[in-house]
Nanobody, 117 residues
Framework: QVQLVESGGGLVQAGGSLRLSCAAS????????MGWYRQAAGKQRELVAR???????NYADSAKGRFTISRDNAKNTVYLQMNSLKPEDTAVYYC???????????WGQGTQVTVSS
């Protein structure tokens, strides 16, 4: 099993920055990719960014140019640096881990990001 713990959310003004962290523990070796998703009130959960163990990165269009996903393998942690935040970025942000079969192995508990205008 893989356990994920997110941190770093909070309240920030529009134009500000936040860095989210997702620390993984447990069956780390089974992880093929980790991703950040978000779910705004009344909306479906959507992909923000993902990074594979091979270093391949994908961003949602809404994140391109503003958000950066990175990882620290020594710490088994994935980060999401969010710059130029907008009120529409307000959501609960979740981290997930996908195994080598392409199956979601775990979700974190989520961290709230609120961007005020």
């Amino acid at each position: 099993q893989v356990q994920l713990v997110e941190s770093g959310g909070g309240l920030v003004q529009a134009g500000g920055s936040l860095r989210l962290s997702c620390a993984a523990s447990g069956s780390i070796i089974s992880i093929n990719a980790m991703g950040w998703y978000r779910q705004a009130a009344g909306k479906q959960r959507e992909l923000v960014a993902r990074i594979t163990t091979g270093g391949r990165i994908n961003y949602a269009d809404s994140a391109k140019g503003r958000f950066t996903i990175s990882r620290d393998n020594a710490k088994n942690t994935v980060y999401l640096q969010m710059n130029s935040l907008k009120p529409e970025d307000t959501a609960v942000y979740y981290c997930n881990a996908v195994n080598k079969l392409g199956i979601v192995a775990s979700w974190g508990q989520g961290t709230q990001v609120t961007v005020s205008s």
